[in-house]
């Protein structure tokens, strides 16, 4: 009995303890409502991270673990073990979330560190007119839904700027120009590069038969291949725009910033390569390109 009678004390010492932050003066309060925003804001972040890492089990372990911190560590309680211990438990959960998603947070501060136009659009100069890009756009637009009625497995990388050598050094130069049959000849079963990806800049094939890496994302359908990992991997780390064709089903899927949609065809293509080399995009095959995504894609 004295020691629920103690407890229960300590628990109004601690209550009280904070009530007294935000009636002590109009400095106090000011600091104490700061202070709970502040939190209230990291915990905000923390948990839609969290939740758009399909991590959502981890909360139920982080609130009850920080609840019991914030308690254990309060000056009204003073427990000189816990009370030193239990500070460092944010730090150790930043850490635990540093290890266990470092992809999410490099791109997370990819974005962060690029220009809000440039994640748009890549808006790059490539030395060649608009019409030139347009020209590259339909080749390549030609050769994938060839590639796509044939079932020819494929796997093409648009990059704002050449790609850090060591991608491109795993496959072959290729430097020529973008024509849907030079896409094809690369991409046939029977050439040694088809398997690799390809990796283009401007109107230019720059290497084919390039590694990638891989998506380490465990929430991916499990019937998306290697080809859908690789691209998704590569679309997390740089800034990039992938497009593939599905060695099985022919179905056509683009990947940007880690994320994967599926099912497109030759007008929605084109829209999305329009919008990689930052060229205009008319509203009517926006329109169209939603309407058949929302009626192709998966429920």
């Known amino acids: 009995m004295f020691n629920n009678f103690f407890l229960t004390a300590q628990s109004v ?3 009280q303890n904070i009530l007294e932050q935000f009636t002590s003066g109009p400095e106090r309060i000011v600091i ?47 427990f000189p073990i816990m009370g030193r211990i239990f500070p460092y438990t944010v730090l150790f959960a930043v850490l635990a979330v540093i290890i266990l998603f470092p992809s999410e947070i490099r791109r ?10 440039l994640r748009e659009t890549f808006n790059t100069a490539y030395n060649v007119s608009d019409e030139d ?10 050769a994938i839904i ?8 494929a796997l093409m990388i648009v990059a704002p700027e050449k790609l850090p050598t060591h991608i491109l050094e795993s496959g072959t130069s290729v430097d020529g120009k973008i024509s ?11 050439t040694p590069l088809h398997d690799g990806a390809m990796c283009i800049f401007g109107n230019r094939i720059i290497a084919a038969g390039c590694f990638l890496p891989l998506s380490q994302n465990n929430a991916l359908d499990k019937e998306l291949g290697t080809r859908h990992r690789a691209a998704l991997g590569i679309t997390e780390i740089y800034n990039v725009f992938a497009v593939i064709v599905s060695e099985e089903t022919g179905v056509i899927s683009t990947a940007r910033d880690g994320l994967l949609t599926r099912y497109y065809d030759s007008v929605m293509l084109t829209d999305a390569f329009m919008q ?16 058949r995504a929302a009626k192709k894609r998966k429920p």
């Open 108 to 117: 997370g501060l990819w974005k962060i560190s690029s220009p809000r136009e």
């Open 180 to 190: 849907s049959s030079l896409i094809e000849t690369i991409f046939h079963v029977k």
């Open 32 to 78: 104490g409502i700061v202070d709970v925003l502040l939190f209230s804001v990291l915990m905000f972040i923390l948990f839609k991270f969290l939740k758009k890492n399909h991590a959502q089990r981890l909360i139920l372990v982080i609130i009850p673990v920080l609840l019991v911190s914030v308690v254990l560590s309060s000056s009204a309680l003073g």
């Open 13 to 15: 010492d601690f209550f």
């Open 133 to 142: 890009i347009k020209d590259a756009i339909d080749e390549m637009v030609r």
């Open 276 to 291: 990689v080399y930052g060229l205009k995009v008319t509203p009517a095959s926006s329109g169209k390109r939603a309407g």
């Open 146 to 153: 060839n590639m796509a009625k044939k079932n020819i497995g």
